[in-house]
């Protein structure tokens, strides 16, 4: 829970970050080409509020850090080896990049050259984006664990060659789940600014500044909405192949089958539409809960053993295990045969450590929802870009109360649905840890009830009270508006 | 490459990254004068704007030293976070409020005024360096874990690394070994950043308490420092043998620095370098004493991780079960993952290149309160 109640609250922050970077840097780059100093003022205005939304971004991301190893000790050694490259690759490439940047972009003004400026503004976006990259490739990794292989005498998945860490960095789920989660980035960024600028427009101030940032944000709210559907589908693909409990739970689809159909609300269903997003196969096989638990034959004929099945054979991987480390040493033969065994079964290892078949099936209500809101949401926020986009491009924002209170409804909005997209991904992929290897009940630090629960609670009066603090403080730059920021 | 000089190298890199961490810290210090009443409230907004242009590089480099850590040490990152938790929850809590202190501080909406995020950075100015400096001195201390990898079979009990008390690392504020380098940090942090202050606030009325805060931290610091060099020299150590097995050594890490010459060396030169840096800044109308104590701490840090990493040391002890202990070769990530790493790792004079331009670029004028004055960029 204390880790979820993080990554949750961090997923807060990361969103506007990404797309608010985008905007400003756009909007400096047209000040830097044009020489016009309305941009530079309108570049400054979101720089104050990214400013404000970096800094408890880095706050929650640090926490994450150190959970990793305070409360998953068995997690960072299970998986320590694997993400060592990719942390690396981001301290060294992204971080650095983001710190130093950060801090000429925010003081720099007068410090800098215009052109060092404006690269220092797109390296503080870029190196946010890149950092994004190599945590999803960690975290691409929990939910389709490629390019590793479990080490029994260290006890822990291990990359091996070149060919396997390249497996790691493209691993499908990463880069369908870097996409999605930057783009999503991009819309939340840009209906933000849409949403802001509305504002001011109702107010009947900063006509020209509001009107200008609305196609500015729209335009790149529209982008990212494209990007966020087309990244989406192919999510959804993964899911179907790698983690097909997830998309069964999202679908709230108990049994399977060829054609299935997609449900919009509990009643009203598009007909052969799973089956098609799915598999783009329009008689694709989907399988549902009972059929994995159960067991199945998949499109391409490969039988999938049933639950049962695959906690049997955890067990003897577990079996093995413990029997390889206690042989090895002194019973070569023994030691061999134990191995065998473990390699025959470990793909199913972590399902050794369920009690029952059930545990593999997520909180269903709770993932279908959250999908139905996410893209519900997502479909209503992409509609809101597009028409104030084309009316701030046709000058004829004006008049249009309906539309300049949507995109002011839509901030909340567009924070629930990013917060569904991540109900979606991480409680879809319960018990998992990592899947199919390491169930989260295993993953642990060996740490009492109490000393967790302390934590958890001074963490969240710690968030509530940065939340309500940064609320506060965008409201009142906003209300300030952009003339207080002169050279 | 071979596995033992990646390991080595991975070390050496996780000394360097600590040693720069410490170093940055002056961060941390300098943030010690937020409270101090003979500053005016002007000399202290110079003062929390200077270090607000420095404090993501030492955040930065915490998050990434705890990441090299993680990526090349796992073991040691899931016994010592997991088990002395404690410890480490409280060094993130008082980083997490830095985090937001800078920009929340002046503003006011922020719910708790100035004061109390200027608390806010001042408890992290003396927590900090504390609590980093007594981890370290577990180093040498030894901690009550047991490492047991089969234990992930066992459903009943699956944890590898199992923590032998409930403190949870606070235990170690009961080992005056650990808590003495957990003083010589803090009182070294100060300093750095008295130094620090000294080089990059135009300020004369500022720069006099900055040699004043100096001449009164170098006794205490000396006190402490020399405290627990004696003790480590004189101690029993936590040796290693080919075989991997761990077993108590006199004079250890006496044995190791005699043993070791280039980090006899290393040591003598950053102590050396430090005191240079510190009687330039109290004794001295220099400004530049910064670089000579800065260079000089990250030489020290190094050295004391040499010492208790290298020539067969188990660097983090287990007083528990002695052949629990953690050292470089059986903590350490998989060959290949040391191998990718230290490719990755060689873009890193690439990465210093570019901050010194930055750093450079914006420290072309030193801060004054002219400027503070007259710009909307502070904090």
Not at chain 1, 334 to 351: H, I, K, S, W
Not at chain 2, 197 to 209: C, P, S
Request: glycine share 10%; charged share 15%.
């Amino acid at each position: 829970m204390q880790f979820a109640m993080t990554a949750a609250y961090h997923w807060l922050f990361v969103p506007l970050t990404l797309g608010l970077a985008l905007v400003m840097a756009v909007m400096e780059t047209i000040y830097v080409v044009r020489k016009d100093d309305f941009w530079k003022r309108a570049a400054r205005f979101w720089m104050k509020i990214f400013a404000v939304n970096f800094a408890v971004g880095i706050a929650t991301g640090i926490i994450l850090e150190f959970e990793f190893g305070t409360n998953w000790s068995n997690y960072s050694w299970f998986v320590g080896d694997m993400f060592g490259a990719p942390l690396a690759i981001e301290g060294i490439l992204a971080f650095f990049m983001e710190a130093t940047f950060f801090a000429v972009m925010f003081f720099g003004w007068d410090r800098v050259s215009k052109r060092f400026h404006l690269a220092s503004t797109w390296l503080t976006g870029i190196g946010a984006t890149v950092s994004a990259y190599w945590i999803l490739v960690a975290n691409g990794w929990m939910q389709n664990p490629v390019g590793t292989t479990f080490n029994p005498d260290t006890v822990r998945s291990e990359m091996a060659s070149a060919a396997a860490f390249w497996e790691v960095v493209t691993n499908p789920v990463a880069v369908s789940k870097f996409c999605h989660a930057v783009s999503s980035g991009w819309v939340t960024g840009g209906i933000f600014v849409v949403g802001v600028s509305a504002w001011y427009l109702l107010r009947g101030r900063e006509k020209e500044f509001a009107v200008k940032s609305i196609l500015i944000g729209g335009i790149v709210g529209l982008v990212g909405s494209v990007a966020v559907m087309l990244s989406g589908d192919s999510s959804g693909v993964h899911a179907a192949e790698f983690q097909p409990m997830k998309l069964a739970a999202a679908e709230g689809l108990e049994d399977g089958g060829r054609g299935a159909a997609f449900t919009i609300v509990p009643g009203i269903k598009i007909p052969k539409m799973l089956s098609i997003l799915a598999t783009h196969k329009v008689d694709g096989y989907v399988p549902g809960i009972n059929d994995i638990l159960k067991g199945y034959t998949d499109d391409d004929g490969n039988v999938v053993p049933s639950v049962a099945e695959k906690m049997s054979r955890g067990r003897a991987a577990l079996d093995a295990l413990a029997e390889y480390r206690a042989a090895r040493g002194n019973d070569p033969s023994g030691a061999a045969a134990a191995r065998a065994r473990l390699e025959e079964n470990v793909q199913y290892m972590g399902y050794g450590h369920l009690s029952k078949p059930e545990d593999v099936v997520p909180p269903v209500g709770v993932v279908f929802w959250a999908f139905r809101f996410m893209i519900g949401l997502g479909m209503l926020i992409a509609l809101v870009l597009l028409l104030a986009a084309f009316f701030a491009w046709k000058d004829r924002l004006e008049g249009k109360k309906w539309l300049l209170w949507a995109a002011i409804i839509c901030i909340p909005l567009v924070y629930i649905c990013g917060q569904a997209g991540w109900v979606v991904a991480e409680v879809g992929r319960q018990p998992w840890t990592i899947q199919g290897l390491l169930p989260v009940n295993v993953a642990i630090s060996s740490l009492s009830a109490g000393a967790v629960k302390t934590t958890f609670f001074v963490f969240l009066a710690v968030f509530a009270l940065f939340l309500a603090i940064e609320i506060r403080i965008m409201i009142g730059a906003i209300r300030k508006g952009p003339e207080d920021i002169k050279d | 490459m071979t596995y033992e000089f990646l390991q080595s190298y991975w070390w050496v890199l996780v000394s360097l990254l600590g040693g720069l961490l410490v170093y940055l810290m002056f961060v941390q210090g300098a943030n010690l004068h937020l409270g101090n009443r003979v500053l005016s409230e002007n000399q202290k907004r110079l003062i929390l704007n200077s270090t607000g242009r420095k404090w993501e590089l030492t955040f930065t480099t915490l998050v990434t030293f705890g990441g090299a850590f993680f990526a090349s040490f796992p073991l040691f990152y899931s016994t010592s976070f997991g088990g002395a938790y404690w410890v480490w929850v409280l060094l993130l809590i008082t980083f997490v409020f830095q985090a937001v202190s800078y920009e929340f501080c002046h503003k006011k909406e922020n719910l708790l005024g100035v004061q109390g995020f200027r608390i806010a950075l001042m408890a992290n100015g003396f927590l900090a360096p504390f609590l980093v400096g007594t981890a370290v001195g577990t180093f040498f201390t030894g901690s009550d874990f047991t490492v047991n990898k089969v234990a992930i079979a066992d459903a009943a009990s699956p944890v590898i690394s199992t923590w032998g008390n409930g403190w949870h690392g606070l235990e170690a504020l009961a080992q005056p070994h650990a808590v003495l380098l957990g003083c010589t940090l803090m009182f070294l942090t100060a300093m750095l950043g008295d130094l620090y202050v000294l080089n990059n606030v135009d300020d004369e009325t500022v720069h006099a308490r900055m040699r004043s805060s100096i001449r009164g931290l170098l006794i205490p610091f000396l006190i402490a420092f020399l405290a627990w060099t004696v003790m480590l020299l004189l101690k029993k150590g936590f040796a290693v043998d080919q075989a991997g097995v761990v077993s108590m050594e006199h004079f250890k890490y006496l044995h190791n620095l005699l043993q070791m010459p280039v980090v006899l060396v290393m040591l003598l030169a950053g102590v050396v370098l430090v005191l240079t840096g510190i009687i330039k800044g109290g004794w001295s109308p220099s400004r530049k004493g910064i670089w000579f104590a800065g260079a000089g701490t990250v030489l020290v840090v190094m050295a004391v991780f040499f010492l208790a990493g290298f020539n067969g040391t188990a660097y983090y002890p287990s007083c528990t079960d002695l052949q629990s202990s953690l050292t470089i070769a059986n903590s350490s990530s998989s060959r290949f993952t040391l191998q990718v790493m230290f490719w990755v790792s060689l873009l890193i004079p690439f990465v210093v290149a570019y901050i010194a331009y930055a750093w450079h670029q914006m420290d072309r004028g030193k801060i004054s309160s002219g400027e503070i004055e007259k710009t909307n960029d502070k904090y």
